[in-house]
């Protein structure tokens, strides 16, 4: 593959329409696919970015996933650190060191109550 003719993604894998209210919305033109595909090849360079992107392709390929965006790993994790802080009687506690509310602890820790049932 030479530069002046870059593997479109978006050829390799058709997408299903999508509903407008679950899909962010991006300015015309953009492709997030694409362009996450065109730093894969200036990252790994060519012959290993399209290994890689082969590789995501015939393991994912059809499959509708769902990949968290920064924010939500870092409130897994913060979820994470509040059940391994939790002493049973710290709601108040925790929810001043983490920001949130005290109900909000509560539904972190009850979740993760429910979870082991």
């Known amino acids: 593959m030479n530069q002046s003719q870059p593997l479109k993604l978006v050829s390799l894998i058709p997408t299903p329409p999508m509903e407008a209210h679950r899909m962010p919305r991006y300015d015309e033109g953009y492709d997030p696919l694409q362009e ?32 968290p965006d920064f924010d939500d790993l870092s409130r897994q994790e913060r979820d994470r650190k509040i ?35």
Do not use: M, P, Q
Not at 91 to 110: K, M, P, Q, T
């Open 36 to 67: 996450w595909f065109s730093s894969v090849l200036t990252d790994f360079g060519e012959a290993s970015g399209t290994a890689i992107i082969k590789s995501f392709i015939a393991h994912l390929g059809g499959c509708r996933i769902s990949i």
């Open 83 to 117: 059940r391994a802080a939790f002493n049973g009687v710290n709601y108040n506690e925790l929810a001043e060191r983490f920001g949130i509310s005290a109900r909000w602890v509560r539904r972190i820790i009850d979740g993760e109550k429910s979870l082991k049932k």
